[in-house]
């Protein structure tokens, strides 16, 4: 069988693909109702075609599945093949920030209250498989997306979940997401609030003055934690205050930590319930570096996890790994003090290591890698 090669975005897309080709191979068909193409249908010959939860009459499946790749809708709360990431408008679908008891109906916590009921690691075959699906459409749809990026310039932020908003840390993050958003990177995090979110509102607010942060965030501290219940009405109410910036950012959250929100300042939200494919997809594709911020267990995780790609050198050359808060690395988590020993020791290779308290600092560090790697 041929790789596929073709991917067909749009029912018109498909409708001119008929009628001008009589035989018709190796594309992808995802997420479209075809339904009122059924007149049309059986004017060309499709061989070794995929159609992913498409719209489908019975005869055209029928037609379809002598020589093609089926696979069919399943009857469960989430879409089984999105071909689109997720944004603010999916996952809160229904939100409204006067009313914060207005969550519990949205999309995203339906999909997470039946994450729960099945099992956050189900053993039910049909949900297994539902879910593998699912986070596969999802990574079809992240690479889609940043392949508009130069990969250098994809830069992830990595950092606590429970970082206030009232931190002097948190609006840190949000002054250097904002800067190196202006410069032309692409700022992704996992998607959740904290540290996290800093980074999706720094993006949201590029090319704003510095008193639009300022006033931003003084309605961000009414809600300081995610677990405030106005914490998210707080968010929309930033939304709708002041307008999104023409520049893009990314949000890789899982269902597995479900119970924190996404942040809607992201403008697109590749949004898993594998975990392990998430933390792992997240750290590969920002080749631009990593801005580690104080966090706990899980950013730990992330920071080894970058390690054992930057010195095998799996994604053919390594990434900066800056450490933000000389303090926090130094002594309060002796990582970075760990990993500099071990580096000059050379039993670890390949780091680009940098610890830094100045914005300034770290945005130099980011574009002498960018300027070292870019090719001749």
Request: hydrophobic share 35%; with cysteine; net charge negative.
């Amino acid at each position: 069988m041929k790789i596929i090669t073709q991917e067909i975005l749009s029912v018109n897309e498909f409708r001119k693909l008929l009628q001008e080709q009589h035989v018709i191979s190796n594309i992808a068909v995802q997420g479209l109702d075809l339904t009122s193409l059924a007149s049309e249908f059986y004017q060309s010959t499709l061989h070794d075609c995929l159609f992913i939860g498409c719209g489908l009459t019975d005869p055209m499946t029928c037609y379809l599945q002598q020589n093609n790749y089926v696979f069919p809708k399943m009857d469960l709360p989430y879409l089984i093949y999105p071909n689109k990431l997720y944004n603010r408008f999916d996952l809160y679908k229904g939100y409204d920030p006067d009313n914060p008891d207005s969550y519990l109906k949205t999309y995203h916590k339906i999909i997470y209250d039946h994450f729960i009921k099945t099992g956050k690691y189900t053993t039910d075959i049909k949900e297994s498989l539902a879910r593998s699906l699912h986070d596969q459409s999802i990574t079809n749809a992240l690479q889609d997306f940043i392949q508009k990026y130069d990969e250098r310039q994809i830069i992830a932020v990595m950092g606590g979940h429970s970082m206030l908003r009232t931190d002097p840390m948190y609006k840190k993050i949000v002054l250097l997401s904002k800067s190196l958003t202006e410069q032309g990177k692409l700022m992704i995090s996992g998607g959740g609030p904290g540290a996290m979110e800093a980074t999706h509102l720094g993006a949201w607010l590029a090319e704003s003055p510095e008193d639009t942060v300022d006033q931003a965030l003084e309605i961000l501290a009414e809600s300081p934690l995610y677990t405030d219940k106005n914490w998210l009405s707080a968010a929309f109410k930033v939304i709708d205050q002041y307008q999104e910036s023409n520049y893009n950012s990314l949000g890789i959250p899982t269902w597995l930590y479900g119970h924190e929100p996404p942040s809607p300042f992201a403008s697109h939200i590749a949004k898993y319930f594998t975990n392990s494919i998430r933390e792992e997809g997240l750290l590969a594709i920002a080749k631009g570096g990593i801005i580690f911020t104080p966090g706990s267990a899980g950013t730990m995780q992330e920071v080894f996890q970058e390690v054992t790609q930057n010195h095998y050198l799996t994604l053919k050359y390594a990434s900066p790994m800056l450490f933000m808060n000389t303090e926090f690395w130094t002594n309060d988590w002796g990582v970075y003090s760990l990993l500099k020993n071990l580096s000059d020791q050379k039993k670890l290779n390949n780091l680009d290591l940098g610890l830094y308290d100045s914005i300034d600092r770290i945005k130099d560090h980011l574009e002498q890698f960018y300027k070292s790697n870019t090719p001749a």
